[in-house]
């Protein structure tokens, strides 16, 4: 069967008039009379009863209708399917990322994907930046969100974010009066960070900032993650020393003054090992817009 033979029988089927079902198709009354007869031939079947007054469906043509009808349908879909792959408008991306990017980066991204290419699926994973590169090599991720500075051959990074650090205390705290937290003010208070393993980089610059202030910081504990120090903040427990946007969803009874460490900032990169898809492409272009979003909206 050739689709063009559907489409002429389901035209004919629904108009049931071969001149307005010719019309439909752009095509000479002859040369739909010849497709439906090519059609009935190839099936040996007889899809219509006719004559010189009528053109009406017979039994096996009303129960080749709705089959015809999937049958367009399906091949329309493949066809589409196949043009918006070689655009990189469908397909799977496998991200990765850190918590800094949850209130308000990969938000945008996710939002700005989904209205702009719908058929295209972000697989998303929270993972901690080390395990990202290491995947990257690996080829078990397309993207990885990372928290820098991380060097790593044959890994591409782009900076997509960069934040300064605060000091989360219970509401309760002496500190939590103070507009500006100096990293003198926190001398006589061990703090909670982000353990090393989890973000090399960052855990070694943040106390060179303090250094340069010839401040050592008093760590208390290295945790895993930022949600898992905020709780124990919470509960009284300690303060801790975080990213700007780690603390834009602080929990009950915690509040986040800012922390002077001069120029310092940390940075949240985008990551990958190669750009060998329409999608991919896609991908990196419009997290580029998002950040800049971002960057605009602080």
Known sequence: MELKHLRAFVALAEELHFGRAAERL????????????????????????RDRHRVA????????????????????????????SARGEIGTLRVAFVS?????????????????????????????????????????????????????AGVDIRVVMEETFVVAVPEDHELAHRAQIRPADLRGHAAFVLARRYAPGLYDEMLVAFRQQRVSLEIAAELGEYTTMLALIAAGLGIGVIPQHAAMALPPKVIARPLDLRDHRTGIGLAWRDLDSPAKRIFVDVMQACAEEVKEAN
Not at 110 to 128: N, V
């Open 26 to 49: 752009n095509i000479v009354q002859p040369a739909l009379s010849m497709q439906i007869k090519a059609l009935e031939a190839d099936l040996d079947v007889r899809l219509f009863d």
């Open 57 to 84: 469906l017979s039994d096996t043509g009303s129960a080749f209708l709705p089959e015809a009808r999937a049958t367009l349908h399906q091949a329309a879909r493949a066809e589409q399917t196949a043009r918006l």
């Open 100 to 152: 800094s990017v949850l209130p308000r980066l990969l938000p945008a991204l996710m939002r700005r994907m989904h209205e702009r290419y719908p058929m295209i699926a972000l697989e998303l994973k929270d993972m901690p930046t080390p395990a990202q590169i290491a995947a990257l090599h690996e080829s078990k991720l397309d993207f990885g969100l990372i928290r820098l500075p991380v060097s790593s």
